[in-house]
């Protein structure tokens, strides 16, 4: 019979009062480990999938603002910071990252009219300011400080688009974590918003006229139910003349016959072609369309095919320098000439190399490549005709990013970070190929004290996986250290070294971080993406297993020293391996995941990742996502990790629902005396624009967690 018990919210009153809770939360391993969650009621909702009757008991957790729903957040929070709030390490831990986080952080510099803008933070701001300087060397003024909109500190900065002449900023806010963002116009000069205010933006940046006197951005209608909830569909390409309203606007493009479609414009440095980038959810194909402004003429659909992915890098006049993987699964660069169009006439310049190209510039009169080998960055050099220069010499094994700018500039900055060093800001010399310090941190640890390293393992299927390592020098591997594995896995978006603060307060408790490059992500290009979407997602989990599984027979941990995170793709990630193989984790942390796999697509923008998962409305798609979906294969009875489920209540991308419904069936199944738990933040959303108090809460909270149920 299981230790745990079962009440009402209502009586939640009468547990607190009884002491049931508050003496078991921090000692729950020697007073019977009698946790009390909260009574989630089971509804009698059934499905029919193709023939298939699925239950969805906790469908009443869809209705976020319901009173019933928030009685429960309100409940099953109470549990868990009393659990969090008894952790003996807790305050310590929060001490340390404070004080490590309180460091000087700068953002990648932009320029525009001899003026360089860039974001700044003193250490412990809730959010970072921006600061524009006349001069490279000379003293930065506040241009703007996204602190002082609100008392909480979530109102966050969430684009910004500076004109030519450096005169003029388009800006995007952000409120509480929403992806929603209202964009405004400041004078630079006077520090001044102009009348300009643009609402229901969402995934656009914007686009200056070459002349600064208007911009094109895209975004949806303004929604007529919940603004959180509500599946967005329908985007719309507009044209705002600098001064006018919002309702004056002009409709540049949209597909009323394509809800799915959406637009991001972008304007060739010289001024003279809009490029319309039309894509469809989260593939990575697009179309790719062009105005010319000159001659005021109409949209030209100059790739139509939704073949690969075209991104256009700069121009010669009507030759277009474009990125692609079209017959170059990890990248090429071409040259189109729009006034012959036909693919006989394109020519390869940089073509396709061993290693995956995610991305291309030009500065300088030179293309700047920015490759992956192995899930580290390498940078390479190249003239306008394609022939190799240099390759720009980082200073580790690590991830770089920046190198933008114009044509005719003449330095370009970039970013260089790895997982024991923090984000530095690097000058880049374009013509003699120098890179000099332009903006280093000082962080109170000691790099010096950590190893990194990368070892490739084998999965269920025999594909050979890269893995990063870090950890003290010096560690013995007994079996017996703490270890942190994570990983993503989708979107074919990589993920590379960096720098996180809560890592070095891990590593500085002795932990092991370990951060495994799986399928579905974009680490050797289109086909190590491939093999982990659609029919094949399953890969990506039997890679998270075969890396743990990894970490246990080589002697750095065991199964009970062993814990898993992920955040949003990685929160599924997390859920379907513990709901797989609950046997192989400690501790599992899911955060902001989709988690039920059968309505992710029914809110706000979850459509979109019908390209990376399929749909359950595909008879051949739902039986693979059914069959992983971790709230549908919870099974009661079974001993699961101990669980700190995170969400928030203002996730607008992956509606928190998902994290209820699945706390609410983990606590309903789960047999064991260790916790389940679900941590729900306030005023904050999926991640983006978080405040640093709250970043540095959750952080405090996930790093207890671990520390309490690995026994660090």
């Known amino acids: 019979m299981s230790v745990f018990k079962r009440i009402s919210v209502r009586s939640l009153v009468w547990v607190a009062a009884a002491g049931l809770l508050a003496g078991c939360a921090a000692e729950h391993r020697h007073c019977g480990g009698r946790f009390v969650y909260p009574e989630a009621r089971k509804s009698d909702v059934v499905d029919d999938y193709h023939g298939t009757q699925v239950a969805d008991p906790y469908r009443w957790m869809e209705h976020l603002d319901s009173p019933e729903v928030k009685a429960w957040i309100e409940a099953e929070n109470w549990i868990t910071f009393t659990y969090l709030e008894q952790i003996p390490q807790r305050a310590q831990i929060k001490a340390r990252l404070t004080r490590l986080w309180d460091y000087e952080k700068f953002g990648l510099p932009t320029k525009r009219g001899g003026r360089y803008f860039f974001s700044h933070n003193t250490g412990l701001q809730n959010q970072n300011v921006l600061l524009v300087a006349d001069a490279l060397d000379a003293e930065p003024r506040l241009l703007l400080n996204p602190n002082e909109l609100s008392p909480d500190g979530t109102i966050a900065l969430r684009g910004t688009a500076i004109t030519d002449d450096g005169k003029l900023m388009a800006y995007g806010l952000a409120e509480a974590g929403s992806d929603w963002v209202e964009y405004r116009v400041r004078d630079v000069d006077t520090g001044q918003d102009l009348s300009d205010h643009l609402k229901w933006i969402k995934f656009s940046g914007v686009a200056w006229k070459k002349d600064g006197s208007g911009f094109y951005y895209s975004r949806f209608d303004e929604p007529t139910g919940a603004a959180l909830q509500d599946v967005n569909y329908y985007n719309k390409l507009f044209y705002h003349r600098l001064g006018s309203t919002q309702a004056e606007d002009q409709l540049v493009y949209h597909r009323p016959d394509e809800k799915e479609w959406g637009f991001a414009p972008q304007v060739t440095d010289d001024g003279r072609y809009l490029i319309i980038y039309v894509t469809q959810g989260t593939e990575r194909k697009n179309r790719l369309y062009y105005v010319d402004l000159e001659s005021g003429g109409e949209i030209v659909r100059l790739l139509d095919d939704f073949d690969a992915q075209y991104s256009l890098i700069d121009n010669d006049g009507p030759v277009f320098w474009l990125f692609t993987d079209l017959n170059a699964p990890r990248g090429r660069v071409i040259a189109v000439d729009i006034r012959q169009p036909a693919r006989d006439n394109w020519k390869e310049l940089i073509p396709e190399a061993a290693e995956t190209l995610r991305g291309v510039t030009c500065v300088g009169n030179m293309f700047i490549c920015n490759y992956l080998k192995d899930a580290r960055t390498q940078i390479r050099v190249f003239d306008l ?40 800001i ?55 250290n703490p270890t942190h594995l994570t990983a993503y896995g989708g979107f074919n978006i990589p993920i590379t070294p960096f720098f996180s603060v809560q890592n070095i307060v891990w590593l500085e408790l002795g932990g092991v971080f370990a951060l495994a490059n799986i399928r579905g992500g974009g680490e050797y290009g289109k086909e190590w993406h491939e093999a982990g979407r659609l029919k094949n997602k399953q890969n990506c989990f039997d890679d998270f297993i075969a890396a743990a599984e990894w970490l246990i027979a080589n002697h750095y941990t065991r199964r009970e020293k062993l814990a898993i995170s992920g955040g949003s793709n990685g929160g599924l990630l997390v859920g379907a391996c513990m709901t797989q193989r609950p046997d192989l984790f400690a501790a599992a942390v899911p955060s902001v995941g989709v988690l039920d796999m059968l309505r992710f697509h029914k809110f706000t923008i979850g459509w979109a990742w019908t390209a990376d998962y399929g749909s359950p409305d595909d008879p051949e798609l739902f039986p693979v996502l059914y069959a992983y979906s971790p709230y549908h294969n919870v099974k ?19 509606v928190p629902s998902h994290s209820f419904k699945f706390a609410a069936a983990l606590q309903a199944a789960h047999a064991g005396e260790n916790p389940v738990l679900i941590r729900v933040e306030t005023r904050a959303g999926h991640g983006g624009g978080k405040p640093t ?15 309490r149920e690995l026994g660090v």
């Open 385 to 424: 005709s394609g022939r190799f220069v240099r390759e720009v010499e980082l200073p580790g094994l690590g991830s770089a990013a920046g190198f933008d700018g114009k044509r005719s500039d003449t330095e370009t900055f970039y970013l260089f970070t790895s997982f024991a060093c923090p984000t530095t």
């Open 426 to 480: 690097f000058r880049y010399d374009v013509a003699s190929g120098t890179s000099t310090v332009y903006k280093r941190p000082r962080v109170d640890f000691d790099p010096d004290q950590y190893v990194t390293e990368q070892v490739f393992y084998t999965s269920k299927d025999g594909t050979r996986v890269p893995m990063f390592i870090t950890h003290k020098k010096g560690l013995r591997r007994n079996g017996d």
């Open 636 to 654: 009661p009875g079974t001993r699961y990790p101990s669980t700190l489920i995170i969400t928030a209540d203002h996730d607008d991308r992956v």
């Open 693 to 707: 108090e709250k970043i540095v809460e959750e952080a405090t909270d996930e790093l207890a967690f671990l520390v």
